[in-house]
Each structure stands twice: as C-alpha cells, then as structure tokens.
C-alpha cells in the first residue's frame, strides 16, 4: 500500500484494496464525507453533498464485494459530478440561479453508467454559470487549493477543487473551450478531453453542443483511463454518439512511448509564451526522448483566425441552448452569460456560414498533420496560473482571452481527444501543465503517453499545501 492517505490513493489503488477485502468502500466514504465537511466551507468544490445516499450506496458496494461481486475499478470508489449532469435523485443547476430547484426526471447516460460501474457520488460540483467563464454573482465561487487567491479554471471549477483537495477521487467535467484542461491545469490534475461524440451528451446541460465534450478529471492518466472505460460509447439516447467499441484504455497503458511519433512545433509551443512554460515543456519532451519516443519536427495549422471565431460560434450555441429562459428570464442571468447570448442572437447567417468554413478548413489541415504523427505535445496555457486580480485584467482585453484559448479552443473546434498533465512547478509554487493531442479516438495512445510520463516523473503526485 502506497504512503498516500486514503483521500489522495489512486482510483487503481483503491480498486484493489476493495477487491482484496482491505479496504471497505463504506469506511472510505464515510473518511471522504467527513474531510468534505471539514474542507469544503473553504474551497467550495461542492454544489451540494448526498451524504446519506453515498453512504448508503456504499455500503451496498460492501455486500456485493463481500460476496464476490466486483463491477470495475470504479466499484466502491467515491466521485463527483459536475452539476450540469442530470440527476433524478438530486437538483441539476448547471450554475445557474434559474435552474436552482429543477430536479431531471432522468439521470444522464455518463450518470447511469458510473452508477452502474459501482461508483459512489459523493454529490454535485460547482461550476460557472452555464458552462461558460463566469460565476453567477450570486454563487460563491470555488477556491483554488494550491493558493486562494489564483484562477481556478473554468467552467469545472468544482471538479478540479475536490479532486486536487482530496474531496473526491475523480469526478466529471466537461469541455467546450478548455473547461476540462484549465481546471486540470490550474489544480494539478490529469484530464481526458475525449473525441466529441466518444462520451455521450444526453442529460448534460449544453453550452454549445458541436463543441461540448465530456470526460474525466483525476489525479493521474490511469484513473482517467478508468473513469473513461467507463462513461465512452454508443448511446440509443444521443444520435451524435460515436458508436466506435471502446477499448479497454488501462489494458495496454503501461506499453510505453517507445517508437511513438511525438509531434513539436517550436513556433506554435514558444513564440509569445512565458519561459517557465516554455522551459517545463522542453524537459518534458527531453524525458519523452529517454523513454524512446521518436520526436518529430511539424508545422501546426494556421489556426489564429479560428481562435478569434470561438467565442462567436460559443454565442451562438448557447443563444439556441437558452432559447427556453431567454430572453423570457433575462434579469436572473449574470452579465457575462446574457453578454454572450446577446451576441448569439445577433449574429448573421453570413457570419456563422464563415465560422463553419474556417472550422472546415482547419480540421482538414490538422487531420493531415496526424497523417505523420501519433500524438502532439503543447501547454495548456500559454502562462503560468494566473492570480484572481489578473485573471480580472485579463478579462478587460478580449486579446488576452483569445491567447489564453491558444492551445485548448482549436481542438474543441475540431473534436480531437488531449490528455492534461503536470510537468513541472512554476515559480511560485503552483503546478505548470502540458498537453498530448491525438487524432479521433486515439485515447488509448493519449492515456499510455500519460501514464509513461508519469512513470518517470513526479509531478502528478504533488499535492497541494492545504493538510
């Protein structure tokens, strides 16, 4: 058994000793309830906490282990949802004040499915208002554990507070343009940012559906990988569902990145970034090199015009996904989500016909750059974590935005799966992040370059300073 305390073992970890009979699931549970009710009024993580229905779900999973009965590597091991996931058996907001009470008649597919796998949900993760950059003003924002006073992420703030704080062991988050990967990046964390269509959507509150992606938040590739297994495939319920099998992602995970094609583009990952990100993603591709990984000089596809086309294809989106509550309820939206619907319902067909065109022509580019290449390795921020007060300036500038989207919007644009990983510390103290980007529905490869990294490194095991 690792020296880890239980609130920060690996899901894989975990696994096990519930399947050996060293550990009950209803004892961890109970550890994680206790240390969220401990925690929690400080950084926020949480929406809401299903104590007793946790409590009763895992005892559940005590009986059925206890008699043989072993559903997965998530049987037993406690999680969160991110609250735009429908769930019957509790209150769904996704953020927002006007859907404070709404109770889904069903649970979302990803919901079942984990349920199903034996996870214990632990309850519903606070997120921005609607999926996109902001809180509600009303709504206490979730606090950063590494340091309170520096971004946090968005829009799966929640899910990267409780995993990094150790208040759940994984949980959902989604994607639309970096809402998986800034969170993962500013807590420590590993994220999967599935192919679009590899997790199904239905009953999950859409920001912008052609570009929402939903996956796993942890503190390693291998739980990811897991958590993954889990919630992929077809879907009856969702047309958009990729019906592609999925694989077994832990089967092959520890394969190594021997002989694998790794793809850098020295413009795109250094011109205008800052140089401790620059410098932890060169020691990274050093440490890729020593495992044998073949690195390979490409060009990245134009991409800058695409970037500047996100927040208005976004707009757009979410104009149609609210057309129910706006502009009928208007004076309950915050101003960053009514400022962007505003835009949507302003926006010519014209416009929209060339964001789809420029979409078009960089999702060709980026297919025929995989034609030479398994993965590509970039940041997934062009910055070290920035503190509140800058975030708050940086908001102001609508330049800034653009080039903190630099690495993460383009690939929700195109649907490509990434992998979010630690690679370093900055300065201060907080974790630096890096990026694998693989072709459609390579999250296997993504999930063992991950899992190689973190083979020879440290980083995913730092923790923050907060026990």
């Known amino acids: 058994m690792s020296a880890d305390p239980i609130h920060y073992k690996s899901i894989t970890e975990l696994s096990e000793l519930f399947r050996r009979g060293e550990l009950l699931p209803s004892k961890v549970t109970e550890a994680m309830l206790s ?3 401990r925690l929690d009024g400080k950084f ?3 929406a809401l906490v299903l104590a007793e229905r946790a409590m009763a779900q895992a005892k559940r999973c005590d009986a059925e282990l206890a008699s043989g009965i072993w559903r997965g590597p998530l049987h037993g091991v406690p999680i969160g949802l991110k609250d735009l996931c429908y769930t019957s058996f509790a209150p769904t907001a996704g953020g927002t004040t006007i859907h404070a009470k709404f109770v ?6 990803i919901v079942d499915r984990l349920e199903q796998a034996g996870a214990v949900t632990l309850g519903k993760l606070k997120m921005t208002e609607g999926a996109y950059t902001s809180h509600h003003p009303n709504d206490q924002a979730p606090l950063n554990p590494w ?3 520096y971004w946090v992420g968005s829009s799966s703030s929640g899910s990267g507070v409780a995993t990094s704080a150790g208040l759940c062991f994984g949980s959902i988050g989604s994607d639309t343009g970096g809402s998986i990967r800034f969170p993962s990046a500013t807590c420590g964390l590993t994220g999967i940012k599935p192919t679009w269509g590899r997790v199904s959507r239905h009953g999950v509150f859409p920001l912008a559906d052609s570009l929402d ?3 796993p938040m942890c503190r390693s590739a291998a739980d990811a990988a897991a958590m993954l297994g889990v919630i992929a495939g077809a879907d009856v319920n969702d047309p958009t569902a990729l019906q592609a099998p999925v694989p077994n992602y832990l089967a092959g995970i520890g394969d190594g990145v021997r002989g694998l094609r790794i793809g850098v583009d020295r413009s795109y990952t250094q011109n205008g970034i800052d140089p401790q990100v620059v410098a932890a993603l060169l ?8 495992l044998g990984a073949d690195i390979r000089e490409v060009k990245f596809p134009a991409y800058e015009k695409l970037v500047s086309m996100w927040i208005p294809m976004c707009s757009i989106e979410t104009a149609e996904a609210h057309l129910e509550t706006y502009p009928s309820r208007k004076s309950e939206y915050g101003p960053d989500l009514a ?10 067909g014209v416009e929209i016909a060339q964001i789809h065109h420029e979409r078009l022509k960089f999702c060709g580019s980026l297919a025929a750059l995989f034609g030479d290449i398994d993965l590509l390795l ?11 007060t800058r975030m708050g300036e940086y908001g102001a500038d609508p330049n800034v935005l653009l080039g903190i989207l630099r690495f993460t919007a383009v690939f929700d644009f195109s649907g490509n799966p990434t992998i979010t990983l630690p690679n370093g510390m900055a300065s201060d103290g907080l974790p630096l992040s890096m990026q694998f980007v693989g072709p459609h529905l390579s999250e296997d490869v993504l999930a063992r370059a991950g899992h190689a990294f973190q083979s020879a490194t440290d980083w995913h095991t730092r923790r923050a300073p907060i026990d």
């Open 147 to 149: 340091g309170v006073d």
């Open 283 to 290: 020691e990274a591709e050093r440490t890729l090199a020593a």
């Open 44 to 46: 926020h993580g949480y």
């Open 339 to 348: 400022q962007l619907i505003e835009q949507g319902r302003s926006m010519s």
């Open 104 to 109: 889904p008649s069903f649970n979302a597919t």
């Open 378 to 388: 970039i940041p997934t921020m062009p910055v070290p974590i920035p503190t509140l």
């Open 35 to 37: 240390r969220i009710a």
């Open 213 to 215: 992606h939903v996956g």
